[in-house]
Each structure stands twice: as structure tokens, then as C-alpha cells.
């Protein structure tokens, strides 16, 4: 039997929430990859849609192990340390198909940069500046990282595929413009506010 955790929308209709463990199944679906690949695969290609260490995923593997949805091999290497190999079992397979007919949950979003912001009036105006910077530069690091892995793989990718990366680039660009827009705008009111004298 398959349990997920579920939330309510703010049409109160209850609706699953994705765990790791779904994008983990997803990816085992097109074969076995060890842990390390796992995480790899998070921090590419998953990245934008789903944030998740190492420090969450093998805790995950652990337990969906435990569960029977996935069965661990050994490999061993000479000279290396042994290589955990990690495949999806039919039960696995049951449930990630599971997940893929249950209803599409809202996203939930937890911006620190759109909090800082909307309070931003509270701090001092070179602080929020620097925020701005640092989290453009984060998003430009992303959008780095993406464009890249597509350009590696775009020919081996389904059409549901591109979508979902496309949404993932063109969702960094979006960001990444409104925020430089938005630090012009600041820098200017605070250019302004200083001739006429009233300071930052």
C-alpha cells in the first residue's frame, strides 16, 4: 500500500504532496543508478524543482529499501571504495505510478528572498542591494547549470522532458530579470533621495 502526505489546497480539495521519494523511483524507473547519481541527478537537472541534499536522499534510500520499494547491490571495486547500486522493485514500480495518477498538488513556496524584500523597508537600503546581488547570483549559477545539462542531453530527452526543463530555464530568466530590473529601480530612488538631500 502506497501512503503519501497530503495537503489541502485553498479550494480545501486534499491533494498529495511530492516527496523525494517519488523523484527517487522516477529516476530508478529508467534503470539502476547508485547513490551517488541519485544526488548528482538532484543537483542538476532536479535542481530547480526540487531541493534536496545528499543529506536528505540517502536517509530516503534507506528507507525505501526498508519499504521494498527499491533493492541495493553492492558492487565491488578494486581500488575504490564498494558502489551502492540502487534499483526499483515492482512494488516501487506500483508506487510511482501511484504518484503519477494522484491529482497534481499546488507548489509549495518558500521565497527568503521575497520575505526579505517585503519587509525590506525595515533594513538598511545597501543591505537589501546586497541581497538583491547574492541571490541573482545564485540564480545565474542555476541557470548555468541547467542550460548546460540540456545542451548534454537534449537529444536523449522526451517531449515531457523538455517541457519540464524549459519551465526551469525560462523560470530563472524570468527571476533573474525582474530582480536586476528591480535593483536599477532601487539604486535610482536611492540616487534620487540622495540629491535631494534626504539620504538613503
Not at 104 to 117: E, F, G, K, M, W
Not at 154 to 168: M, N
Request: aromatic share 10%; glycine share 6%; hydrophobic share 40%.
Amino acid at each position: 500500500m502506497v501512503i503519501y502526505i497530503y495537503i489541502v489546497n485553498i479550494n480545501n480539495v486534499v491533494m498529495p504532496s511530492m516527496k523525494a521519494q517519488d523523484v527517487i523511483l522516477g529516476i530508478l524507473m529508467n534503470g539502476s543508478k547508485s547513490g551517488y547519481d541519485i544526488k548528482k541527478d538532484f543537483e542538476t537537472v532536479f535542481s530547480y524543482f526540487y531541493d534536496a541534499s545528499f543529506g536528505s536522499v540517502y536517509p530516503a534510500l534507506k528507507v525505501m529499501e526498508k519499504e521494498g520499494l527499491i533493492k541495493k547491490e553492492i558492487l565491488i571495486q578494486e581500488g575504490k571504495p564498494n558502489k551502492h547500486m540502487y534499483s526499483i522493485t515492482d512494488m516501487g514500480k506500483e508506487a510511482f505510478h501511484s504518484y503519477l495518477g494522484s491529482p497534481v498538488a499546488r507548489d509549495i513556496v518558500r521565497s527568503d528572498i521575497s520575505t526579505r524584500l517585503f519587509f525590506g523597508h525595515f533594513a538598511e537600503p545597501e543591505l537589501v542591494v546586497s541581497w538583491i546581488t547574492s541571490i541573482i547570483n545564485q540564480y545565474e549559477e542555476s541557470l548555468r547549470t541547467i542550460e548546460q545539462y540540456k545542451e548534454e542531453l537534449l537529444e536523449q530527452w522526451t517531449i515531457t522532458q523538455k517541457i519540464c526543463v524549459s519551465l526551469g530555464v525560462n523560470s530563472y530568466r524570468n527571476e533573474i530579470e525582474t530582480l536586476k530590473a528591480g535593483l536599477t529601480m532601487l539604486q535610482k530612488h536611492l540616487e534620487h533621495q540622495k540629491s535631494n538631500g534626504k539620504g538613503p
